[in-house]
């Protein structure tokens, strides 16, 4: 392998890394997950794409793409080749305000985005904690969302088309296409073809259409990100009369760079909003109450709503710089609901708070009320914001980890699964950190458990295992936002039901692309949409990336 590598290294216009040093910077995510790679692979070209992807195949090693690695599930740590996409595919390369529409490639910061489309009234809009850094890429692959989802919902929804390269090195374009393009392009001789063909016979199967509406999570659940997104692709008009046109990219979006290498992505745009914008900051004395008041905001249609306990209040009375922005706090209060709306004007914001805060009192729910504006509230929003840093910078051992802090449920079952997630680390002696999305039914959720200790890992494990149980109970997802990749990977087949993980294609099942178990990463550039199994003896059922097409 050193002496392919080297050769490989020749053959690059890019560069290619198999020393320690690199390895061990790349071997680690923003995820609880650590594995040295093979080696880490900075392309300069799409025909540097093109050469790695055949090395993988040739030399049966699998491609982990990557952009800025803020992946929380270990999407990006891998034994393989790491190929890291945020140095020279960073252009933005064609805007249409027309048609609302963007081209990028995949290294694109969000924010740098929206600094170029606001001189022409526009914005990408999911905006991610770490939108300052996170890249296009790593949002289509993780389908990303973040606070304003209410209002913009998530990466999926904006993704119109992508140029890809596949498995066998060929270039594919996936887009939007009607029922005649849909079934010209299942006639066609191209290895492309062949992939519209299997899904067209796999979700034609009306005993699979059955079994996939059954066991996916609600559709009333917007953040869904459990396994691959087969549910919302049988919804199109192949398989349902009158549906959206067919579109490879309701799956490509949420897939986590295991279906094929993107090199180019076409993105819908918005014009920018109203441009008062006004946080009421609601005051509570318990989780519980915040979420009944949530369901009672949620009626005046604000464009966020965010929760903010009292964990991370706590974090922030010691930071120099956060400490700052609790001026608005009163108080020890158990959570505050950051409820945001966007209007014309100031007045229409004041009214509707208005309304929103005398509901709230008169259902007993809150105990002070702040309304903020301009510098205030963009305070807070860097308070919420800085949460996530601010818990991993909790003294002593015990920390709040990321074990199930992406569950989303139906935002009206939300107060009761939280009240039952509660009771269920209660029996550990556990509790637990709970911020952000409220409005869309998902909040991040981190038990404080001490990984250093064999007992802290083993609750980690057995937390894991009851929170999927729960999930699954209330038909939610167990990612809502930040993905399966090797945290939640292997409880796939509990989330989307036996047939459906096992259910086959040519080759495989829907589940056993995502189920990627902890210790082992079995992503294969040549299981990208079509190839053979190659499992590991570690892994016989979780090679087949996709493997039925």
């Not at 034609?204 to 559709?219: A, H, L, W």
């Not at 897939?255 to 109203?274: H, R, Y």
Request: aromatic residues 8%; negative net charge; hydrophobic residues 40%.
């Amino acid at each position: 392998m050193d002496k392919a590598l080297a050769e490989l290294k020749q053959e690059l216009e890019g560069q290619l890394f198999a020393d320690d040093v690199m390895r061990i910077l790349y071997a680690t995510d923003a995820s609880a997950y650590r594995e040295m790679p093979l080696a880490v692979a900075v392309p300069a070209s799409v025909s540097d794409l093109r050469k790695l992807i055949m090395f993988a195949r040739a030399n049966k090693t699998s491609l982990i793409p990557r952009t800025a690695g803020t992946s929380l599930a270990g999407q990006v740590v891998g034994s393989g080749i790491v190929v890291d996409v945020s140095k020279s595919f960073t252009k933005i390369l064609e805007v249409n305000t027309d048609q609302k529409w963007v081209r990028v490639e995949p290294g694109v910061i969000r924010d740098e985005l929206n600094m170029f489309l606001r001189p022409l009234g526009f914005m990408f809009g999911p905006e991610t904690s770490t939108a300052n850094r996170a890249m296009i890429g790593g949002m289509v692959g993780n389908n990303s969302c973040g606070s304003n989802s209410i209002i913009y919902r998530s990466t999926r929804e904006h993704l119109l088309e992508v140029k890809a390269l596949l498995s066998d090195g060929s270039e594919a374009v996936f887009r939007s296409m009607d029922l005649e393009e849909f079934e010209s392009k299942c006639d066609g001789s191209s290895f492309e073809s062949s992939i519209y063909r299997k899904v067209r016979a796999l979700l034609g199967d009306y005993n699979n259409q059955e079994e996939i509406r059954r066991e996916f999570p609600k559709k009333s659940i917007e953040r869904r990100n459990t396994g691959y997104a087969v549910d919302i692709l049988l919804d199109s008009a192949p398989f349902v009369a009158g549906g959206a046109d067919f579109n490879f990219c309701k799956l490509i979006a949420g897939s986590e760079g295991t279906l094929a290498f993107l090199t180019e992505i076409i993105l819908n745009i918005v014009p920018i909003p109203p441009r008062e914008t006004g946080l009421l900051c609601v005051h509570f004395h318990t989780v519980d109450e915040s979420l009944r008041a949530n369901l009672i905001a949620l009626k005046f249609k604000p464009s966020a709503s965010e929760l903010i306990d009292h964990y991370i209040l706590e974090c922030t009375k010691d930071n120099i710089e956060q400490s700052k922005n609790r001026f608005f706090v009163q108080g020890d209060p158990g959570a505050i609901l950051v409820i945001e709306f966007l209007r014309d004007s100031k007045d229409e914001i004041e009214s509707v708070a208005t309304k929103v805060i005398n509901e709230l009192r008169a259902s007993n729910l809150g105990y002070h009320f702040p309304l903020l504006f301009g510098d205030d509230a963009k305070k807070i929003w860097a308070l919420r914001k800085a949460g996530l840093g601010l818990l991993g910078n909790m003294p002593g051992n015990e920390k709040a980890v990321p074990v199930i802090e992406d569950t989303a449920v139906d935002v009206n079952d939300l107060p009761q699964y939280i009240k039952e997630f509660n009771e269920i680390l209660k029996r550990y002696g556990l509790y637990s950190v709970h911020y952000a999305h409220a409005g869309s039914g998902e909040l991040h959720l981190r038990p404080i458990i001490n990984l250093k200790t064999a007992e802290g890992n083993e609750l980690f494990r057995q937390i894991a295992e009851e929170i999927a149980s729960l999930v699954k109970k209330y038909n939610g997802s167990l990612s809502g936002e930040h993905g399966d990749g090797r945290l939640r990977g292997e409880f796939i087949r509990k989330m989307i039901g036996e047939k459906n993980y096992d259910v086959e294609g040519d080759k495989g099942g829907l589940g056993s692309g995502s189920n990627i178990q902890p210790e082992q990463d079995c992503r294969y550039a040549t299981d990208e949409f079509d190839a053979p199994v190659r499992a590991r003896p570690k892994c016989p059922k979780i090679s087949n990336d996709f493997s039925f097409l």
